[in-house]
T-cell receptor, first 115, second 109 residues
Framework: NAGVTQTPKFRILKIGQSMTLQCTQD?????MYWYRQDPGMGLKLIYY???????DKGEVPNGYNVSRSTTEDFPLRLELAAPSQTSVYFC??????????????FGDGTRLSIL | TQLLEQSPQFLSIQEGENLTVYCNSS?????LQWYRQEPGEGPVLLVT?????EVKKLKRLTFQFGDARKDSSLHITAAQPGDTGLYLC?????????FGGGTRLMVKP
């Protein structure tokens, strides 16, 4: 099984450019999440989704947008890239939410630099 | 906002030594998960603890959930170079996990 697949793996953007980070999962998981991880730090939740058509903000949503049109895909969009958004972005999925103690399955990340 | 603090942030030890990593919060969590992350990869779940006072063992790793479900510890016995990585604790509440800042472990041969 492929699990959680993120594309691209690396990207360099100029300030003010926009881009979409792609995330797809093949485990039929209802819940999907986007995190950012700054160097040497833990993960901060940007947005999450409990199912197709439903999204909600996490801890650090400013500057980002998401959509969930299908169970499999959960793209993250940066509209006006800023240097503060330089980070490693991880997508994750789980069958149900944290309340049910289900593990989250992570992709290998997208390393984004904004110059 | 629920916060999880991990200590120490960095740990460099020799092969064969024992170590303990701590994860503390002022909030109560329904569960506590421990993940391990290697460079260039996403975190991978090691264990989930649910009940206050629960102890789980995974080979040389021992995980404990505090009685009040606010803290947890990870103890590694006889560390090996293969244990090197970033260890993350994550507290479960509602739909989301709150991650600690991580403990970066380096085990030297």
């Amino acid at each position: 099984n492929a699990g959680v697949t993120q594309t691209p793996k690396f990207r360099i953007l100029k300030i003010g450019q926009s881009m979409t980070l792609q995330c797809t999962q093949d485990m039929n998981h209802n819940y999907m999440y986007w995190y950012r991880q700054d160097p040497g730090m833990g993960l901060k939740l940007i947005y999450y989704s409990v199912g197709a058509g439903i999204t909600d903000k996490g801890e650090v949503p400013n500057g980002y947008n998401v959509s969930r049109s299908t169970t499999e895909d959960f793209p993250l969009r940066l509209e006006l890239a800023a240097p503060s958004q330089t980070s490693v972005y991880f997508c994750a999925s789980s069958l149900t939410g944290a309340y049910s103690n289900q593990p989250q399955h992570f992709g290998d990340g997208t390393r984004l630099s904004i110059l | 906002t629920q916060l999880l603090e991990q200590s120490p942030q960095f740990l460099s030890i020799q092969e064969g030594e024992n170590l303990t990593v701590y994860c503390n919060s002022s909030s109560v969590f329904s569960s506590l998960q421990w993940y391990r992350q290697e460079p260039g990869e996403g975190p991978v779940l090691l264990v989930t603890v649910v009940t206050g006072g629960e102890v789980k063992k995974l080979k040389r790793l021992t995980f404990q959930f505090g009685d009040a479900r606010k803290d947890s510890s990870l103890h590694i016995t006889a560390a090996q170079p293969g244990d090197t990585g970033l260890y993350l604790c994550a507290g479960g509440a509602g739909n989301m996990l709150t991650f600690g800042g991580g403990t970066r472990l380096m085990v030297k041969p």
